[in-house]
């Protein structure tokens, strides 16, 4: 294995550190001068592991952060847990998987209407974004996961979303109930996008978000 200069490591290391915000490769290769700074990254990974910090990337974006399990020693105030509620989670669960999607695919694949108050949890918390308008007539909104979404639940990227067997082992999908199940499995299903309104077959969402 080549041994990378300590001059290239050390610079990307001192960008990395100055970023205000999680930053790309490209980006930081830009700032060096086009050098390939990948494998400067992948040393530097390797380099804080175990750490009292970390060097991870997320999206597709490379930042530092506070190793997961030290983080409860910075935090100077106690955090309310909020659960999210049925519709919430479900919400969350066809974006990740299907995204980009709009209110009525999403409504279409749950087969009731989604309340104004469930995106907004979503979006609010970060973990969901507004990704442009379908160009079909009534240019709906579309969502998609944001990259606070893969950090908060530790993913480089979508394709490390688990699947049904890993959710099933980890307890974390009810075996009796497989809603959520059909849900995330479902195929492209696609409601008509010509509006933001919801067919009549559907039942009316009465849950706070």
Do not use: C
């Not at 060097?55 to 530092?64: K, L, T």
């Not at 979404?149 to 990227?157: D, E, I, K, N």
């Not at 497989?178 to 969402?205: C, F, I, Q």
């Amino acid at each position: 294995m080549t041994e990378l200069p300590d001059d290239l490591v050390r610079a990307v290391e001192a960008t990395l550190f100055a970023a205000e915000t999680p930053i790309t490769a490209e980006a930081i290769s830009a700032h060096l001068g086009g050098v390939d700074v990948k494998p400067a990254l992948h040393e530097l990974a390797m380099h804080y592991a175990g750490r009292g910090i970390s060097v991870v990337e997320r999206g597709g974006r490379w930042h530092f952060q506070t190793s997961a399990d030290l983080a409860h020693l910075l935090r100077r105030e106690r955090e309310e847990t909020r659960r999210l509620s049925r519709a919430a989670t479900e919400t969350l669960a066809i974006i990740a998987y299907h995204e980009p999607v709009s209110r009525a695919e999403i409504e279409a694949i749950r087969g009731v209407q989604t309340a104004k108050g469930t995106l907004d949890v979503l979006l609010e918390a970060g973990w969901v974004r507004v990704a442009g308008r379908r160009e079909v007539p009534g240019r709906p909104v579309i969502y998609a996961t944001t990259n606070e979404f893969l950090a908060h639940f530790g993913l480089s990227s979508r394709k490390d979303l688990p699947g049904i067997d890993e959710l099933k082992a980890a307890g974390l999908l009810d075996p009796v109930d497989n809603a959520l199940e059909e849900m995330m499995t479902a195929g492209e299903k696609t409601a008509e996008a010509s509006s933001e309104s919801a067919p009549d077959s559907l039942e009316s969402e009465d849950e706070s978000a």
